[in-house]
């Protein structure tokens, strides 16, 4: 996030974005699995604002190094012992996501809200936070675990021999967060490498400005 120094208000959109997205993220499922009659998460720290229960190391080092801060938490603890709770566990962490979406149109809003003055202040920090959010949410949809979406395709995965290595080797291994680091750092260091989550983030952010008539002929460039 150091790119940003030189735009102070693009950067504290960012800050926002990335301290809101990634324990909203996570209060999201925690909270969500407790309606659903699971209260696990909630009474293990998951459902208060305990940067040790949320943060992940790796996840942090993506925040630092990638321009618009996109990283990942730690992974809320669901029960997946059986199969019967496999909806109510893939609703609880589809709301990660879900929330992601939701903080990313919501920043969008505040472009609206400077439409008239496109090179204000609250427009640089709308946009930092927009992008911080759709790159959030993004990173959220990977499917590989801890991201909430790969923890979703191997909830409802075949329990053949093949898959049930891969779970282990992504769940029980940190070779999960390493490729999810990878994908985030690797077009960092190696330009010539296809940034996914970069290319993914612009298009939503615009389609969503688009949609909400916020930008008019304004290009964000990531």
């Known amino acids: 996030m150091l790119h940003h120094l030189s735009h102070p208000y693009t950067l504290l959109g960012v800050l926002v974005a990335v301290v809101v997205g990634l324990f909203g993220h996570n209060l999201a499922q925690a909270w969500t699995a407790r309606a659903l009659g699971d209260s696990s998460a909630v009474r293990n720290g998951y459902g208060a604002l305990d940067p ?67 090179t204000g202040h609250l427009f ?21 675990p801890p991201c909430a979406v790969g923890r979703i395709v191997f909830l409802y995965a075949p ?15 940190p070779m999960g967060p390493l490729i999810v680091l990878a994908v985030l ?27 909400e008539g916020v930008l008019g002929s304004r290009n964000i460039q990531t």
């Open 52 to 118: 040790q229960r949320h943060l992940e190391p790796l996840g942090v080092v993506c925040v630092l190094l990638v321009h618009f801060g996109w990283g990942f938490p730690a992974p809320v603890p669901l029960p997946t012992r059986f199969r019967r709770e496999r909806t109510r566990v893939a609703v609880a962490l589809a709301a990660g996501p879900v929330f992601l979406l939701g903080l990313t149109a919501l920043a969008v809003l505040l472009l609206r809200a400077a439409r008239d003055q496109p």
């Open 124 to 144: 640089e920090f709308g946009a930092g936070a927009a992008l911080s959010a759709a790159g959030l949410f993004i990173t959220s949809c990977l499917p590989v």
């Open 159 to 173: 329990y053949t021999p093949g898959w049930q290595q891969a779970r282990y080797r992504l769940v029980e291994t």
């Open 185 to 211: 750092l690797l077009p960092v260091i190696f330009t010539l490498l296809p940034d996914v989550v970069g290319q993914l983030s612009g298009p939503l952010v615009r389609a969503l400005a688009r949609a």
